[in-house]
C-alpha cells in the first residue's frame, strides 16, 4: 500500500446503474493509496450496480447524500460510468450542483465512460479535452468540449477514460493527480 493519498477525502458520485467495475476499482486505486472513499449518491441506503449495463451486480453502501455534501468535504470526485447512472445524477439538481461546484472549484475530477454526461447537464465540459465511451462523444462535443480518443486524458485535473479497458490507465492517473493536488 502506498501512502500518497494519506489524508484525502474523495467522493464517488454514484447513483442506480452505475457499472461495477468503475466504482470498484478507482475505490480500491484510491483507499489502497491512502486515501478514505466515500460513495455519495441521491439517497440513503444502497445502489445497485450493474455489469454491461444489462445484468445486476452488486449492492453498495451509500455514505453519504449529495443534497447533504459540498465541495469543501471532499478532495477530489470519481464520477463511474454505467449509462443508467449518470442519466439518474444528471436529472437531478443536487448532483448536478454538486459537480458543477467540484469542477469550478479546481479539485481533481475524475470520469470514465458515460460519466461525462453529468459534466456536459453541469455545463463544464466548454474548451476542456476529454474522452468516453464513443456514444457520448457527441454530447460532449455539442456542450463546447474537444473529444479525443484516447486510454487517459488529463486535462488540467479533469481526468477522463472511455471505457472499463482503461482502467488500469485511469486508475494510476487519478492517484497521481489526487496526490499531486494541494490539499
Known amino acids: ?3 500518497s493519498l494519506n489524508g484525502r477525502r474523495v467522493a464517488i458520485l454514484a ?5 461495477q467495475v468503475e466504482l470498484v476499482e478507482p475505490r480500491k486505486a484510491v483507499t489502497d493509496a491512502g486515501a478514505t472513499a466515500e460513495v455519495v449518491s441521491l439517497e440513503p441506503g444502497e445502489i445497485q450496480a450493474m455489469n454491461g449495463d444489462i445484468d445486476k451486480a452488486g449492492k453498495f453502501a451509500v455514505d453519504r447524500v449529495v443534497k447533504e455534501v459540498t465541495v469543501d468535504d471532499f478532495d477530489a470526485l470519481v464520477l463511474p460510468g454505467g449509462t ?3 442519466d439518474n445524477l ?20 475524475g470520469v470514465i465512460c458515460h460519466g461525462p454526461w453529468t459534466l456536459v447537464e453541469a455545463d463544464v465540459v466548454r ?3 476529454l474522452t468516453s465511451y464513443p456514444s457520448v462523444r457527441t ?13 487517459v486524458v488529463n486535462d488540467n485535473g479533469l481526468i477522463s477514460s472511455r471505457n472499463p ?8 492517473e487519478i492517484v497521481t493527480e489526487f496526490g499531486r493536488r494541494p490539499r
Open 165 to 172: 479497458d482503461d482502467l488500469p490507465a485511469f486508475c494510476a
Open 90 to 109: 444528471r436529472a437531478d439538481e443536487h448532483a448536478v450542483r454538486f459537480v458543477r461546484d467540484f469542477v469550478n472549484s479546481g479539485k481533481p475530477v
Open 15 to 19: 447513483a442506480d446503474g452505475v457499472e
Open 1 to 3: 500500500m502506498t501512502t
Open 139 to 151: 454530447d460532449i462535443r455539442n456542450a463546447g468540449g474537444i473529444v479525443v480518443d484516447q486510454e
Open 84 to 86: 443508467m447512472n449518470p
Open 127 to 129: 474548451g476542456r479535452t
